[in-house]
């Protein structure tokens, strides 16, 4: 069973840099596993920031950004606002077929 | 863009089954997967499975392989999402969601269905 790790909290400064990580129990996180980042706040469906590893979607400010670091994919919020508290998750596309998520990233900014 | 609208909250006593619909508009449905994907209350994100509405080819996730069932009908472009043997632990928000084919993301969801087990 292939579990998606991710830190269960973080906490950021307004106008600091934090790094999200998402990682794989066994192996490394690959451009191949399509890494996807998603904001959800409390009530409503998650939100697309980040897919393909590095792509913003549309809209999403250019303060969030996607990469490869060592074995994870990780998610940057630079300048980080307080609109930016919510949950984060990451989802990988697996080899054998299907999609795992991660199990959130609460993120507080204060 | 895709719109996807679902069907409304449903209330189901353990051992019954239920079934969420996912109507979508705006763009070609059948160019689309249509993905299933749960959320426990205070909990994260879980993926169930999927469904190609332009071939209705299927893929669960191993957890609810003989309990799920994804179907289509492309003439209303509504997708469906059954789950069988309800248990108190398959209390959570259903969404349904959007991929493009072969872009490996959800883009567009709905706005989710509340499935509540309870005897």
């Known amino acids: 069973q292939t579990v998606v790790t991710q830190e269960p909290s973080f906490s950021v400064s307004p106008g600091g840099t934090v790094t999200l990580t998402c990682g794989l129990s066994s192996g490394s996180v690959s451009p191949s596993n399509y890494p996807t980042w998603y904001q959800q706040t409390p009530g409503q469906a998650p939100r697309t920031l980040i897919y393909?590893?590095?792509t913003r979607s549309s809209g999403v400010p250019d303060r969030f950004s996607g990469s490869i670091l060592g074995n994870k994919a990780a998610l940057t919020i630079t300048g980080a606002q307080t609109d930016d508290e919510s949950d984060y998750y990451c989802?990988?596309?697996?080899?054998?077929?299907?999609?795992?998520f991660g199990g959130g990233t609460k993120l507080s900014v204060l | 863009q895709m719109q996807l609208v679902q069907s409304g909250a449903e209330v189901k006593k353990p051992g019954a089954s239920v079934k969420v619909s996912c109507k979508a508009s705006?763009?070609?449905?059948?160019?689309?997967?249509i993905h299933w994907v749960r959320q426990a209350p205070g909990q994260g994100l879980e993926w169930m499975g999927m469904?190609?509405?332009?071939?209705?080819?299927?893929y669960y996730t191993q957890k609810f392989q003989g309990r799920v069932t994804m179907t289509r009908d492309t003439s209303t472009s509504t997708v469906f999402m059954d789950l069988s043997s309800l248990r108190s632990e398959d209390t959570a928000i259903y969404y349904c969601?959007?991929?493009?084919?072969?872009?490996?993301?959800?883009?567009?969801w709905g706005q989710g269905t509340l499935v509540t087990v309870s005897s």
């Open positions: 989802v990988l596309n697996m080899s054998g077929g299907g999609y795992v």
């Open positions: 393909n590893t590095a």
């Open positions: 705006g763009n070609t449905f059948t160019s689309y997967h």
């Open positions: 969601a959007s991929e493009k084919s072969a872009t490996y993301y959800f883009d567009f």
């Open positions: 469904i190609t509405p332009g071939n209705g080819a299927t």
